[in-house]
């Protein structure tokens, strides 16, 4: 079946860095748009970023726009996340998911993603 994996997680102090990194498996990757969402405690999941089937177009929340880069490379069924400037309320455990049609209009629609990986914590502490 398909697989995400995210790993890169961790604990950094605010104003750091992490790169976060969700390998995909037994899907055509480069048919999937890839997108990043995150839940903390006591939160709902809220859209984070995501990238064309070409990684031509990328999309961010307000929240991270300016801070966070999406990348993805097709050739090794790769989709990155490069967190900068983090601050406390980036907190939060982050998924990677997967969804083969997109509109910009339901980009942040975590029910359109077909596939989703296990998740990857991120702590910021200040």
């Known amino acids: 079946q398909v697989q995400l994996v995210e790993s890169g997680g961790g604990l950094v102090q605010a104003g750091g860095s992490l790169r976060l990194s969700c390998a995909a498996s037994?899907?055509?990757?480069?048919?999937?748009?890839m997108g990043w969402f995150r839940q903390a405690p006591g939160k709902e999941r809220e859209f984070v970023a995501a990238?064309?089937?070409?990684?031509?177009?990328?999309y961010y929340a307000d929240s991270v726009e300016g801070r966070f880069t999406i990348s993805r490379d097709n050739a090794k069924k790769m989709v990155y996340l490069q967190m900068n400037s983090l601050n406390p309320e980036d907190t939060a455990v982050y998924f990677c998911?997967?969804?083969?049609?997109?509109?910009?209009?339901?980009?942040?629609?975590?029910?359109?993603?077909?596939?989703w990986g296990q998740g990857t914590q991120v702590t910021v502490s200040s």
């Open positions: 037994r899907l055509t990757f480069s048919s999937y748009v």
């Open positions: 998911a997967a969804r083969r049609t997109f509109t910009t209009a339901t980009m942040t629609v975590g029910a359109l993603y077909e596939y």
């Open positions: 990238i064309s089937w070409s990684g031509g177009n990328t």
